[in-house]
Nanobody, 124 residues
């Protein structure tokens, strides 16, 4: 079992930045690829970014590429999402998720554990 708790969400103006964090508890954090997803009101939950469990390789949705950066600290069991140049369309609840995949999973069904989410609101 892995428990995930997100933090760092809030209200920011367009063009601003936020850094989300996800703290994991449980066993073998380094065995999991870690991803971020988001869900806007009335929309499906969508993939944002993922970081490989061991190589540090990353993969991003086209909509955030060049603006968001995912990173992890296996010693502290944390994963972060640095979000720069935020846009109103980035407004959503952001979820951290853990996957046993050895690759770079970008589909919801590939993830085994989910956090409760943190709200990010970007005003225009």
């Amino acid at each position: 079992q892995v428990q995930l708790v997100e933090s760092g969400g809030g209200l920011v103006q367009a063009g601003g930045s936020l850094r989300l964090s996800c703290a994991a508890s449980g066993r073998s954090f380094s065995n999991y690829a870690m991803g971020w997803f988001r869900q806007a009101p009335g929309k499906e939950r969508e993939f944002v970014a993922v970081i490989n469990r061991s190589t540090g390789s990353t993969y991003y949705a086209d909509s955030v590429k060049g603006r968001f950066t995912i990173s992890r600290d296996n010693a502290k069991n944390t994963v972060h999402l640095q979000m720069n140049s935020l846009k109103p369309e980035d407004t959503a609840v952001y979820y951290c998720a853990a996957s046993l995949s050895t690759a770079l999973p970008n589909e919801k069904y590939q993830y085994n554990y989910w956090g409760q989410g943190t709200q990010v609101t970007v005003s225009s």
